[in-house]
């Protein structure tokens, strides 16, 4: 087989780091880079294949980071990929960086390319950079039910944050009556792996190519997902769904780092044992009246009469086709 | 004088859809369609904002007609709702398995029904004495003979079902659709304008039926003048009684059936009609 091989012009970088660090700086500063400073440029990133999709629409070439990485099973802190039990904010073993590098100027000519590799450990130099934030959607869909999506973290870092996985099964239990429930997440990052229904989407242990897509696809669907301040959260605002979250840092994730704005409810826990289900269910059934009487109440016959126009010029347009 | 309008319920934001060709021949017959796609209205919104768009579409345009196309995942009281103001219509293109209690109470609440399967038909006069036997019709403007050279002998333009799969393994027809396995080198599917190209360059088209329902493959391939094999189907016996059968097996060709007769224009002035004749 060919080897994959760029002799051009190129920016190049990796990305080794937690999913909610990437989505929330790393890749909109890249695309920044794309837009305003190399619009001609080709741009490689190496890194898990399946966050491809993230960065679509402007990296032309996405490389899976190599096996030998992939097998030090590191743990993500951060920008970092740090050994398992490293306290936070501890950087990755001498050599491991560097070690990427040389195996990602295997696929282009270092000679033409701009080398530009993030920021270490935690690190806030990039919030204070351009960024560029893309929404991820999926095609719309009807389901019987409504859909609502699940990331029940479940991380051996920041154990401390971790909703009890009886809470996420029992909520799961609850909700399935009334929704069609897709839980997402990885299988080191989230629990109810095993969780088996008919009534439930359960992506967790899914690793097709698609799992990424999948998921945004189900977002795009969904009344809301339900997190606790973990990478999904990330996904799911900027896949532009409403969010319901349990966390403590309300601002962050409901402001800061809410970029499209998307509707947010958030249940400060300053212990993440101490939510219970009457508490999330309660919680959601309001976060989905507010919705909808906020829908209602700001809907006008010129949004009804705006919606038919754009249908009808969408349909003129295929027709002359 | 301004036009009358009907109101489509159905998915015309998509190209491939039925409910766009339907809409642009209703245009024809000399109505003003207003389109809902009710997939993409209920995702953007919710289903109670579908309902209010709906009733405030019917209300302040009095149409003549609204056409429900299928339309599962809303309530049947909305379509009762607009049959107590002015005709509406259940169009249904799908086979009896998918006949579910929901399509049932839309079927009994439209003032017409109907179904491309004969089959379907009959379960729908159950609730329904309104539902009438219409296939799909075809769009001369991009359905018609075209003299290309030949390149494929039998083309079957589908996509996999276990049924499919099990009937075309080791034969050499050559494959348009999605989901077959690799083996079968199937090429993507074919829509519009590429359909035609594929069935003009083609000797035979090939039709497989799951049951007593036809695709509107057939009706587009024969606009196209290309002949078909199909498998013996009784409701494409009743509508093509002139297909030569041999053993289990129809052949259609262009010069035996009046094909003018299932243009869209013709198929929605029946409905048409029949809505006149009340």
């Known amino acids: 087989m060919k080897k994959f091989y760029l002799d051009e012009q190129t920016v190049v970088s990796f990305f080794v780091g937690e999913i909610g660090w990437f989505l929330q700086r790393y890749q909109a500063f890249f695309r920044s880079l794309k837009v ?22 402007f990296v032309s070439h996405t490389i899976d980071l190599p096996q030998s990485f992939k097998d030090l099973k590191l743990d993500q802190d951060c920008y970092e990929a740090v050994l398992p039990g490293t306290p936070a904010g501890g950087l990755a073993p001498a050599g491991i960086y560097s070690n990427l590098i040389e195996y990602a100027r295997n696929f282009y000519n270092p000679e033409k390319a701009i080398e530009m590799w993030p920021p270490r450990g935690c690190n806030r130099s990039i919030d204070h950079q351009p960024q560029l934030f893309a929404r991820y959607e999926g095609d719309k869909q009807i389901f019987d039910k409504p859909v609502i999506t699940i990331f029940p973290r479940t991380r051996v870092r920041a154990s401390q944050r971790n909703v009890p996985e009886f809470v996420w099964k029992e909520l799961v239990d609850t909700l399935v009556n009334s929704f069609l429930v897709v839980l997402a997440g990885t299988p080191e990052g989230a629990c109810l792996h095993d969780y088996d229904d008919p009534r439930v989407q359960n992506l967790i242990m899914y690793d097709g190519a698609d799992k990424t897509d999948q998921i945004i696809g189900y977002l795009s669907n969904s009344v809301m997902s339900i997190s606790s301040q973990s990478g999904g959260t990330h996904i799911s605002l900027l896949s532009g769904c409403p969010s319901y979250i349990i966390g403590h840092e309300k601002d962050r994730h409901t402001l800061y780092e809410n970029r499209h704005k998307v509707p947010t409810s958030f249940r400060y826990v300053s212990d993440y044992r101490l939510i219970d289900v009457p508490t999330i269910i309660q919680d959601i059934s309001g976060f989905l009246k507010a919705m909808e009487d906020y829908k209602q109440q700001n809907m006008t016959t010129d949004d009804y009469a705006s919606i038919i126009d754009d249908s009808k010029q969408q349909l003129n347009d295929m027709v002359k086709k | 004088m301004s036009k009358e309008t009907i109101v489509l319920v159905g998915v015309c934001d998509k190209p491939e859809s039925t ?42 345009n009095k149409p003549k007609l609204v056409f429900f196309s299928k339309c599962n995942g809303i309530h049947s009281e909305i379509i009762k709702w607009c049959s107590d103001r002015v005709p509406t219509w259940l169009w249904f293109m799908d086979y009896t398995h998918n006949v579910t209690n929901e399509i049932m109470k839309h079927v009994e609440y439209a003032t017409f029904a109907s179904a491309t399967s004969s089959e379907v038909v009959d379960i729908f006069k159950q609730v329904n004495s309104n539902t009438h036997w219409i296939i799909e019709g075809y769009d001369p403007e991009i359905c018609f003979y075209e003299e290309l050279t030949p390149i494929y002998n039998t083309v079957f333009i589908g996509n996999a079902t276990p049924k499919r799969i099990e009937q075309l393994k080791g034969s050499d027809v050559t494959i348009f659709g999605s989901g077959w396995p690799k083996e079968f080198n199937a090429n993507p599917p074919v829509y519009g304008h590429e359909f035609r190209k594929v069935v003009c360059q083609s000797k035979f088209v090939l039709n497989l039926v799951h049951g007593n329902i036809f695709s509107n493959r057939v009706v587009d391939s024969l606009a196209c003048g290309t002949d078909i094999h199909s498998e013996w189907c009784k409701d494409l016996s009743t509508v093509f009684p002139t297909a030569y059968m041999y053993k289990r097996f129809l052949l259609l060709t262009l010069k035996d059936v009046k094909i003018e007769r299932y243009t869209w224009e013709n198929t929605l002035k029946k409905v048409m009609e029949i809505i006149e004749n009340g």
């Open chain 2, 19 to 60: 409910n766009v060709a339907q809409a642009k021949y209703f245009e024809r017959l000399g109505y003003e369609v207003i389109p809902i796609n009710y997939r993409t209205v209920i995702s953007n919104y919710s289903l109670p904002f579908f309902e209010n768009l709906l009733m405030h579409v019917v209300e302040t």
């Open chain 1, 36 to 57: 305003n400073q190399y619009p001609n440029h080709k741009f490689i990133l190496l890194m898990n294949k399946a966050y491809h999709i993230f960065v679509k629409d």
